[in-house]
């Protein structure tokens, strides 16, 4: 049973993965006034499998003057702690096939938050070995600018997290939704972003784009001072596993914030059972959806921080914040209980 | 049995770790050996039931201040250290030593232990009630712990932050 859930949701992250960097080629093009890909299939639809096919035969360049071992290693590691994290998301609630009763989910763990604080937190790894091992300049500055910016928003992403489980709580991701059903005054989502914890989720959004490497934060691979930073020294599939590592740590970064904030799979259920079955699905992955928009959306109009900007930034400005809300919070909440 | 089967294997890989962590003369294989030795000893707690001890472990030590370490060697950019072949005395006596010392331990714990075998996952392990260990029943030496820790973080900034004071009658007045 869990192999075969395995084997499904790793289909549709990597197929998300992969049309992620469709949707966000496109859409970056739209804003810039070009059309982004569009030759091949319709919409260029099937850009996707072409640069899949294009990674696949390239030559893969082993650079004379790298440290072997690691080099091979890195892009692994960053692949598989950016896929493991997917084992403890739940994309729904039960669902009734055939006789069985079977959770919308790989495996559900009563830690499954702190799980994924740990995946992530090991995620860095893959990218600071990869530019040290590279025994090149700007490989090393990213490698080093990505470890040192990774832990120190890590902190603040963490701080974040706790406001929401103290209002749940509990660190099992499905009773974290579970406690967001409902509504205020009968149409106001009861959410954990309209429920004290908007500071919060700006917090987590801030944390998390850096956390990801992505503009505004995107200093390890910054392509006008760096070359493209850890990753300067790969090509072909290694290349391919960074990017999809970027894009897959993308999604797992919206779907923890569609369950920690955005009420998971919570929205307006009506219709007849088979639509009732599929459309806290449907929702949970149109919040997704909504939060990939955002991701390219910020790419395509922020530039990026200096480096001294973004550590004052995350040290001076995100973690007291985080602080304060999380006093906050714990204040409300006992005070109310 | 399964149970058995992983706790045995991951308890070789942390051991098997250890060693490795001494016979690389490389730091950045050390460092990661010694990654290895705690994502290890994580899941051994997850095996024996500490789920909370466990992530923990894999948060703060694997993902937070190994990557400082990995961090510093990057910084210093330290190269392959020398061999030196070890002292004799320590092969003589350290080996002996430690294998006395490890069967030693094993007979009193197995000997004198005295509370008998525990099922894994009886013990209380899970966030709830250690929450509630820390913040009520061992409060005192929590907040002591956490007093301690800001000092030794203001002692570093201290030593971290230390400006060159001239050597009296070194050099003239600036």
């Known amino acids: 049973m869990s192999v075969i859930k395995t084997v499904i949701a790793l289909f549709i992250l990597l197929t998300a993965v992969a049309y992620s960097v469709w949707l966000e080629r496109k859409v970056v093009g739209h804003m810039q006034n070009r059309w982004g890909p569009s030759r091949v299939g319709p919409f260029g639809l099937l850009q996707p499998l072409a640069d899949g096919a294009k990674f696949l035969f390239k030559e893969d360049l082993i650079p004379p003057h790298v440290y072997k071992p690691l080099y091979i290693a890195a892009p692994m590691l960053s692949v598989i702690f950016a896929l493991t994290s997917i084992a403890v998301i739940p994309v729904g609630n039960w669902v009734d096939i055939a006789g069985m009763h079977i959770p919308l989910q790989i495996t559900d763990v009563n830690i499954g938050l702190l799980i994924i604080l740990g995946i992530t937190s090991m995620g860095v790894y893959g990218v600071a070995l990869a530019g040290w091992s590279s025994n090149s300049k700007y490989s090393l500055l990213g490698g080093l600018r990505a470890s040192a910016q990774m832990v120190s928003y890590e902190i603040s992403l963490g701080l974040s997290l706790i406001g929401v489980l103290i209002t749940a709580g509990s660190f099992s991701l499905r009773e974290i939704v579970d406690a967001q059903g409902g509504v205020f005054w009968g149409f106001i989502p009861r959410w954990n972003i309209f429920h004290g914890q908007e500071i919060a989720f700006f917090i987590y959004l801030c944390s998390a784009y850096a956390e990801t490497n992505r503009i505004p934060f995107d200093l390890p691979e910054a392509e006008t001072e760096l070359v493209a930073g850890y990753h300067t020294e790969y090509s072909a599939m290694k290349f391919a596993m ?7 740590n993308m999604i797992t970064v919206g779907c923890l914030a569609t369950l920690l904030f955005l009420g998971g799979w919570h929205g307006p259920i009506f219709g007849p059972p088979i639509l009732q079955a599929i459309l806290p699905v449907f929702w949970f992955v149109a919040k997704v959806f909504c939060f990939m928009i955002l991701y390219i959306w910020v790419r395509g109009t922020l530039p990026r921080f200096r480096y001294d900007q973004l550590m004052a930034f995350g040290w001076k400005f995100l973690f007291p914040l985080a602080v304060a809300n999380l006093v906050i919070t714990a204040l409300v909440v006992a005070l109310t209980a | 049995m399964l149970h058995l089967i992983l706790f045995s294997v991951f308890g070789a890989i942390c051991v098997a770790g250890a060693i490795n962590l001494l016979v690389q003369s490389h730091p950045i294989n050390s460092a990661l050996s010694l990654i290895a030795v705690m994502a290890s000893l994580a899941v051994e707690y997850l095996l024996l039931g500490a789920e909370f001890v466990a992530a923990v472990q894999v948060i703060i030590y694997a993902g937070a201040i190994m990557v400082l370490f990995v ?40 000997e004198h232990s005295g509370t008998g075998s525990v099922p894994a996952g009886a013990l209380p392990g899970s966030p709830k009630t250690i929450g509630w260990l820390l913040f009520h029943d061992f409060l005192l030496p929590f907040e002591v712990t956490s007093v301690l820790i800001l000092i030794a973080i203001m002692g570093s900034v201290v030593l971290a932050s230390r400006e060159e004071i001239p050597a009296p009658g070194a050099g003239g007045p600036r």
């Open chain 1, 242 to 248: 960074f990017f999809m590592a970027e894009y897959a």
């Open chain 2, 71 to 110: 961090f510093v060697i990057m910084l210093l950019n330290a190269g392959e250290e020398e061999k030196t072949g070890g002292s004799r005395v320590a092969l003589l006596f350290g080996i002996p030593g430690m294998l006395i010392g490890s069967v030693l331990i094993a007979w009193v714990l197995l």
